[in-house]
């Protein structure tokens, strides 16, 4: 248990839909970064909070947006889902900001969209 | 932008056999980290490598960083059932800490 706490852990929706996806980080973690994995692909970074604030962003589509929250909690948004959308994501957590920081994964959200 | 390419793709070995996995990027890292992804599962941290030639040994596990900090393997040492998953290798891009991940190397272990 990586302490990372994702929800929900399955999410099946139609397309044009819009879904949101929650992250606890670790206990005193500021940091949080969501990733994309689709089916046999690697690990594609969307977007990176500390402590409230966007630090650094990927290849995150206009459609997506995410926040994260006073508490530290994360929640990625996915609006207009297209088939392509259909794909585990996962968020994980650092300490601090800082090249070098180790970072925890939750356990991952997947998402399907028929 | 940066790149961090893994090769190979995918391995399978049987069980007892070695295995290696090279991860290259296109550009200087100034530290390294390997994740092991089971199947069904989410990536862990195995180690992080800092220093220019740097070799660490996790049981039959040995990790090296290349004296140009630009690649870096990971070899494993008679395979076990228990090494089947994903191997990435992830490196920070810019000042923040966001890491890109390389392509990943499946390795599959069959008795």
């Known amino acids: 248990d990586s302490g990372v706490t994702q929800t929900p852990k399955h999410l099946i929706t139609a397309t044009g839909q819009r879904v949101t996806l929650r992250c606890s980080p670790r206990?005193?973690?500021?940091?949080v970064y969501w990733y994309q994995q689709s089916l046999d692909q690697g690990l594609q970074f969307l977007i990176q909070?500390?402590?409230?604030?966007?630090?650094a962003k990927g290849n995150i589509l206009e459609r997506f947006s995410a926040q994260q929250f006073p508490d530290l909690h994360s929640e990625l948004n996915l609006s207009s889902l297209e088939l392509g959308d259909s794909a585990l994501y996962f968020c994980?957590?650092?300490?601090?900001?800082?090249?070098?920081?180790?970072?925890?994964f939750g356990e991952g959200s997947w998402l399907t969209v028929v | 932008g940066q790149q961090v390419m893994q090769i190979p793709q995918y391995q399978h070995v049987q069980e007892g056999e070695d295995f290696t996995t090279y991860c290259n990027s296109s550009?200087?890292?100034?530290?390294i980290q390997w994740y092991k992804q089971r199947p069904g599962g989410h990536p862990v941290f195995l180690i992080q490598?800092?220093?220019?030639?740097e070799v660490k040994k996790q049981k039959r596990l040995t990790f090296q960083f290349g004296e140009a900090k630009k690649n870096s393997s990971l070899h494993i040492t008679a395979t076990q059932t228990t090494d089947v998953g994903t191997y990435f290798c992830?490196?920070?891009?810019?000042?923040?800490?966001?890491?890109?991940f390389g392509t990943g190397t499946r390795l599959q272990v069959t008795l």
């Open positions: 994980a957590s650092s300490v601090r900001l800082g090249a070098g920081n180790t970072i925890y």
């Open positions: 206990s005193g973690d500021l940091s």
């Open positions: 909070y500390y402590n409230g604030e966007e630090r």
């Open positions: 550009t200087t890292l100034s530290n």
């Open positions: 490598l800092v220093k220019s030639g």
């Open positions: 992830a490196g920070p891009k810019g000042t923040a800490s966001k890491l890109t």
